[in-house]
């Protein structure tokens, strides 16, 4: 058995998440809708009944109603299912409950897209330029060389829609400054 060096295990690991498969999207999203619409029915029955167990069903409700609006980043995409129609149309049917504006949220995304990397102004700019790494203080400096782990495991994912700044190139844990 070959030895590979870390980049090649990496790209290995990597690998199965760069392909998409439609059966795969297609089973998450029967699965997601079976259990929105049973969760709903359980807590629309047990509202007259058990108040409790009606706000009990309606925790899992929302976790499964939260995962099918996050689908629509995937879909905007086009990698939840790779199939074109469903994923321009999936997003929108769910959205509607929420007044959620797929729409518009499609366009400013691919907007945002188009703009990452190349407009320092950006409020989602991935990442920090080395002047303003020079320029920050001691605890700004650890957190730009450690925000991947604090976005995730401190604010639980919130660190990277609030922040919107992922690792520099020049600022890996391989490459400390």
């Given at each position: ?44 029955v ?5 108040l ?7 925790v899992?409700?929302?976790?499964f ?36 504006p ?42 730009i ?8 495991f ?13 690792i ?10």
């Open positions: 058995m070959p030895v590979l060096d870390k980049r090649q295990q990496h790209a290995k690991a990597l690998a199965r998440m760069s392909s998409i498969s439609p059966s795969q999207g297609l089973a998450h999203a029967a699965l997601h809708t079976i259990a929105i619409f049973g969760l709903a029915g359980a807590a629309i047990f509202w007259d009944k058990d409790r167990l009606a706000m009990i069903v309606s899992p409700l929302a976790i109603y939260t995962a099918v609006l996050v689908t629509g980043h995937d879909c905007i995409h086009r990698t939840f299912t790779g199939i074109k129609k469903f994923d321009d149309h999936w997003p929108l049917f769910w959205g509607w409950m929420v007044y959620w797929q729409s518009t949220y499609k366009e400013l995304h691919l907007l945002h897209h188009a703009l990452l990397g190349r407009d320092l102004m950006d409020p989602e700019r991935p990442t920090f330029t080395r002047s303003e790494f020079e320029e920050a203080g001691l605890l700004r400096r650890w957190y060389q450690h925000q991947w782990l604090v976005n995730i401190v604010f639980a994912g919130i660190g990277f829609i609030d922040c919107g700044r992922g520099p190139s020049w600022c890996r844990p391989c490459e400390r400054i």
